[in-house]
């Protein structure tokens, strides 16, 4: 899908993150639900290596007691590395902001 595609992707999921009145690790379940349709392939190089780190620390549960491996992993979250993760989404937007600036 592209580039352009996952940046409108994370723009909704820092929206979540900004907008919602939830715990941290519930909007962090919202923007990743967000972005669920961005994969590996709309990134490159660094950009890459980010949404790994990301999608593999918001994801690293796949069974427990909830619906998801998005929902087993972040709900037990402590509060401080979701906080750190919400920053990382936050920063791989602006970041791809920025190179879509450069490349136009």
């Known amino acids: 899908m592209g580039a352009s595609y996952a940046r409108e992707k ?3 999921a ?3 993150l900004a907008t919602g009145t ?3 690790q519930r909007r962090l379940v919202d923007a990743m639900i967000a972005m669920s349709a961005v994969s590996d392939r709309d990134f490159e190089g660094e950009r890459l290596e980010q949404w790994q780190s990301i999608f593999q620390r918001a994801s690293a549960t796949e ?3 909830y619906d998801g491996s998005y ?3 972040l709900f037990p979250m402590n509060d401080d590395d979701a906080v750190q993760l919400a ?3 936050c920063e791989l937007n602006a970041m791809m ?3 879509a ?3 136009a």
């Open 10 to 12: 994370l723009n909704n």
């Open 87 to 89: 920053r990382d989404i």
């Open 71 to 73: 929902q087993n992993t």
């Open 14 to 16: 820092v929206y979540s």
């Open 63 to 65: 069974t427990g007691p």
């Open 22 to 24: 939830e715990t941290i």
């Open 97 to 99: 902001d920025l190179d």
């Open 101 to 103: 600036e450069f490349e």
